[in-house]
């Protein structure tokens, strides 16, 4: 696509980084929103992801909007980090509908982050946009997952009651992005391979949704540049595969064969210690993305093992200096 304006709200994270990198180096005019104005590489403006305000000049004339606002979920779920999490995905999806519809030339496409999560916790099946449980859960599942899928089945919800006519709008249900940056989540796994510790989690069973982060910069691209794609799209790679598989992979790419197991019981108390949930590990997302598949999206990096030797080849020579934390 030629030149055009990208608006990045919440953009200053790890994946904001990694849009506006990709974006900027194709020429296009990148500006993020955010709470923490700093230094970037890119135009920062502040806003507060609640209220209009000068923010929403940026919005008015602009190409592309790529919502990605929310706190982050790598957290305890304690009652004031579940509605600071749940507020700040509402607030900012509202009040960016808001300046879309008050635009005098509002934005032809909006992309809105949404999450794999909202799916099923399943073995038996993949989930995809048209036959995906949504929601499913096992009677005695933790709170903690019935969160999660609350907060992505109110986040889609505030994104579809939207009125923005002239706005084609994408909600994109992504699973885990795979970046060499520090303090992502293959930084995270990488801690605990080097230390012996990156064995099976749980019975190894549940399936990891992952997809890699120049997949995920390009299958974004693709979505921009096809007018006909509209509604659900999972952002995923098509082979999710069970967690032993999946850490098995992570120590071959690292070079090492051993990885002691972590059963529930110790990731729970882990989880604790690092001030995290469990879910993110122990629930079971099998996620492919039909919708880009059908739609002719080739993925560079559609099988794990591959990826994952790709990826920590990056981390290695990553130094710090030229990489992002993960909000």
């Known amino acids: 696509m030629s030149s ?68 982050s979920v790598n957290c305890r779920y304690t009652p004031k ?77 505030a994104f579809d009651e939207a009125i923005a006519p002239r706005t084609r709008k994408v909600a994109l249900r992504t699973a885990i992005v795979m970046s060499p940056a520090r303090g992502g989540a293959l930084d995270v796994l990488l801690g605990l391979v080097r230390r012996g510790l990156g064995g099976t989690s749980g019975d190894g069973r549940q399936f990891v949704s992952w997809i890699h982060e120049d997949d995920f910069v390009r299958a974004l691209q693709w979505i921009i540049a096809r007018q006909d794609v509209s509604g659900i799209v999972n952002v995923a790679s098509p082979v999710p595969l069970p967690n032993a598989d999946f850490m098995r992979a992570i120590r071959d790419a690292w070079g090492t064969r051993v990885g002691l197991p972590s059963p529930a019981w110790l990731l729970e108390i882990g989880a604790w210690f690092l001030r995290t949930e469990t879910e993110l590990v122990l629930k079971s997302r099998r996620v492919v993305p039909r919708r880009l598949l059908e739609g002719g999206f080739e993925f560079g990096w559609p099988d794990w093992p591959a990826a994952a030797r790709d990826l920590v080849s990056r981390w290695r020579s990553l130094s710090r200096a030229d990489s992002i934390s993960a909000p």
């Open 4 to 71: 055009v304006k990208i608006v990045l709200p919440g953009g200053s994270g790890l994946l904001g980084h990694l849009l506006a990198r990709g974006f900027s180096r194709d020429g296009h005019h990148v500006v993020i929103l955010s709470r923490r104005p700093g230094s970037l590489p890119w135009p920062v403006v502040a806003w507060d992801a609640a209220s209009l305000g000068a923010w929403a000049a940026e919005i008015d004339g602009a190409d592309v909007v790529i919502n990605l606002a929310g706190r």
């Open 81 to 157: 980090n579940r509605d600071e999490i749940m507020t700040s995905r509402l607030a900012s999806t509202r009040v960016l509908g808001e300046a879309i519809a008050r635009a005098t030339r509002p934005p032809p496409v909006w992309l809105q982050s949404s999450t794999a999560t909202i799916y099923a916790h399943r073995y038996d099946a993949p989930n995809d946009e048209a036959t995906g449980i949504v929601g499913g859960l096992e009677p005695d599942a933790p709170s903690a997952w019935r969160f999660s899928i609350e907060v992505a089945t109110a986040w889609e919800r």
